[in-house]
């Protein structure tokens, strides 16, 4: 039998050759085109959907789920105001990391279970505080009504909810208010890496190593977003049959990623950040893998078909008023399902960014009807006396705010990687490799399956993936027969113990240097990661076209060579090409991922160390290897 050797160029110095490349392109940012388009069918949405929940788990780090410790609640001060009462609330949603916020209830409520809605409060905090003078400006451009209540427009939509008969919950976003474990400079204004963090032990946050481990502040709040559920659900007055969630600006993302992940909540409103355009630019609302082909509207269309409302505002919103550009889409996925009605985006334009007296005049609307309040229309908010600093402070003499700071961040970092760990281990020994087949998978951006299913156009010097619009540079025999041995040649390879023959590789996507990052300064790898494939993915992409091009000649058999250079790539790819790859041979070099302290390494791949690295790879393919 003949051998076939192939070439394959990942070498970007030939850039000229592969200018039509899709990936030559500038990487894409957070400000971004991100249109939504609709399948034609509901299986066709339930088949996308499966795949983006499992993308939105892996970014957010809860691949698989942790499990729920113990929330350990403490609820004291009450408050009286007219109509409501406010407690102050603290829990925790990790052992010794804790979840702060006020608890609003209705005063003398009429049933013994009431509905509950989750309040997660965006920028600004749940003290955002117009003062005397903004208010008045609110007030003349009829955003606000009242001099008071008016001022804390997060407080009085808690006040409203729990006057229109719901337990409303209103929880601090990591960094605001009383949660100060971990800073608001950390959670909200990183820019600059911090070198003492950049190590491969005692690593922090924003890290390579955190990265790698998809551990991150965007995580970590949706984390707490969901316990904050559990808490509202404990609650012995709350039915957990009718909990609702709404939450504006980066209260609005945590809303969408709850309506994503989890099934409890029945009713959703989050306002002003489902766009097409800008996804979000603080760096708790941003994470790697997040976002890499979808965005914010399709991740919306995901609550669908339950009840789900919004407005458009004079910011990154007003497009979605625009055909093909949000709102009309998610209004033609709901009419899928026969629920067109269950979606609302009214047109408050001539307000900018805001959730407003007006915006959540059309909320309360929206969940007097789907969680059957049965209030009179419409629902009109009430002034009150604004609570004190001493009676919003969760913590005091008798509650004693917990350590933070920056040994508590390593600490944490500690425990939620050894938590991880023991998931993952958990599933290796279990023998569930479906679970670990779909992380990796996730993780690189590309299955094998799809990769089968992508048209190729071939020539001697090229390899074009027209369905993904990548080329791949090789050296193809003009004479390709299906009868011959396919040998896939990655780098400097010498075949054969000391026979001293060298056969150069050109490899795509290997540029010198770092890795390509977006315009934005601040030195976050979410930024980047979060809308693009890495440079180490796209080779394995690369590997996984070839492989996939060869895989449908018939009577094959395809191996992988590689030298130390592509060790990493030639075992990824061959992993997720499951039986397609009969042997793999590499020099090996020894690498693991976790001796990477810089996110823009050529070899970074987010959530790679959180999956076991090369070791648990390799041990698959030794599996595979022996079953065979």
Known sequence: MKTLIVFISLLLSINALLAQDIRDSSPKDLNGFFPFDPPSTLKEWETRKEKLVLRMQVATGLYPMPIKTPLNAVIHGKIKRPGFTVEKVY????????????LFRPENPNQEKLPGVLNPH??????????????????VIGAERFRESGRMPKMARCATLARMGCVAFL??????????????????RFA??????????????????????????????????????????????VDPKRIAVTGGSGGGTQTILLGALDDRPIASFPNGMVSSSMQGGCTCENASLLRIGTGNVEMTALFAPKPQGMTAAN????????????FSELKDLYSLYGKSKNVICPDLTHFNHNYNYVSRAVMYSWFNKHMKLGLPEPVVEEDFKLLTKEEHAVWNDRHPKPVGGDNYERDLMKQLNARD??????????????????????????????????????TEEKLINETTGEEIKWILP?????????????????????????????????????????????????????????????QVHDLLSVIAYLDSKDEKTIEIRAGKRFEPQAIV???????????????????????????????????????GDLDFLIQSLDQKFKQS
């Not at 990790?94 to 916020?101: E, K, L, Q, R, S």
């Not at 998809?214 to 808490?231: K, P």
């Not at 992380?439 to 799809?450: H, K």
């Open 315 to 326: 910011d990154w919103t007003r497009e979605m008023l625009v055909k093909g550009k949000g």
């Open 192 to 237: 600059t890496r911090r070198p003492e963090f950049e190590k491969t032990e005692n690593w922090g946050l924003y890290s390579a190593q955190a990265e790698m481990r998809l551990l991150s502040i965007f995580g970590l709040q949706t984390w707490n977003s969901i316990r904050a559920l559990d808490f509202l659900e404990s609650l012995p007055d």
């Open 478 to 538: 003009s004479n390709l027969s299906s009868s011959e041995k396919r040998i896939i040649h990655l780098g400097e390879f010498a075949e054969g113990k000391g026979s001293g023959t060298i056969r150069p590789v050109l490899f795509r996507q290997n540029r010198k240097g770092p890795t390509e990052k977006v315009a934005n300064s601040r030195e976050f790898a979410g930024y980047t990661h979060g809308y693009n494939h890495s440079r180490f993915a796209r």
């Open 573 to 611: 790819a061959s992993y997720l090409a499951g039986n397609s790859i009969k042997k793999v041979v590499v020099e090996s070099s020894g690498f693991r991922f976790s001796e990477i302290v810089d996110y823009r390494d050529p070899r970074f791949l987010p959530g790679a160390i959180k999956y």
């Open 122 to 139: 965006g920028h600004g905090g749940r003290l955002q505080d117009y003062g005397e003078k903004g208010v008045l400006n609110q007030i």
């Open 421 to 458: 760990r023991q998931l993952v281990k958990k599933l290796c020994e279990s023998g569930t490799s479906e679970e670990m087949l779909l992380a990796w998978e996730t993780i690189v951006g590309r299955s094998f399956a799809d990769s089968k299913k992508h048209k190729f156009q071939v």
């Open 171 to 188: 929880y601090d976003m990591i960094g605001y208010a009383d949660n100060q474990q971990l800073s608001y400079q950390l959670a909200h």
């Open 91 to 102: 829990f925790e949603s990790v052992p010794g990391f804790y979840v702060t916020g006020l």
